[in-house]
């Protein structure tokens, strides 16, 4: 009884370790690049990572509406983005849960969900998940930084926005902030891959 009881506490102390958002191992071998796409935006526009012609880089956030830890996230993406888009590093968000297993996931949602928010960058629908797929996204949130290598997309960051989902104001680790950063700065990202904790996407 003593060693289930051992190995029930020892199970929680890794589930709460990797909770906190700590860095799991990152294979530099696992570099990858992805390819661009045409998303529809909540104002009807499709878009593109070519219709961004002077970006050094992106923070692609796969996000949704109903999910409760993507509700703790709003201020913080707006922020990123008004920090980094003039850097030429705009942020991205992107919805890939399907509207037929929660309704909340319609494009008329997201534009309300945007507009009470006060969304600064785009919100974009990927309805058939395949841009989910490509990116091996399957948390909301659930970020990557990618940067423009030899004519590339190769993602450089993926994972967790940063360690503290419920409060703000005690991160200690903004993990996306610092691998934008570091790149800026030609330096090598500290944490390339973290644990993104949030709502799983169920793929069809």
Request: proline share 4%.
């Amino acid at each position: 009884m003593r060693i289930l009881k051992f190995i029930a506490l020892a199970i929680l102390i890794f589930y709460l370790y990797n909770l906190q958002g700590e860095v799991f191992k990152s294979d530099s071998s696992s570099v990858r690049s992805v390819i661009d796409f045409s998303l529809q935006n909540i104002d009807g526009r499709y878009l593109s990572l070519n219709d961004f012609p002077d970006s050094k880089g992106f923070i692609i956030v796969f996000t949704c509406n109903h999910c409760p830890f993507a509700k703790l996230y709003p201020g913080r993406l707006n922020k990123l983005n008004e920090k980094y888009a003039p850097l030429h590093v705009p942020l991205i968000a992107i919805n890939s849960v399907d509207s037929l297993d929660f309704e909340e996931e319609t494009l008329m949602i997201m534009k309300q969900k945007a507009l009470e928010n006060k969304f600064t960058f785009p919100y974009l629908r990927d309805v058939t998940q395949e841009v989910a797929k490509t990116f091996g996204a399957d948390k909301t949130p659930h970020a990557f930084v990618i940067w423009k290598e030899n004519n590339q997309w190769i993602i450089r960051y993926n994972g967790a926005l940063d360690d503290n989902g419920a409060e703000p104001e005690k991160v200690t680790h903004a993990f996306v902030a610092d691998a934008v950063d570091a790149l800026l700065e030609g330096h090598k990202i500290k944490d390339p891959e973290t644990n993104s904790i949030g709502c799983a996407i169920k793929f069809r």
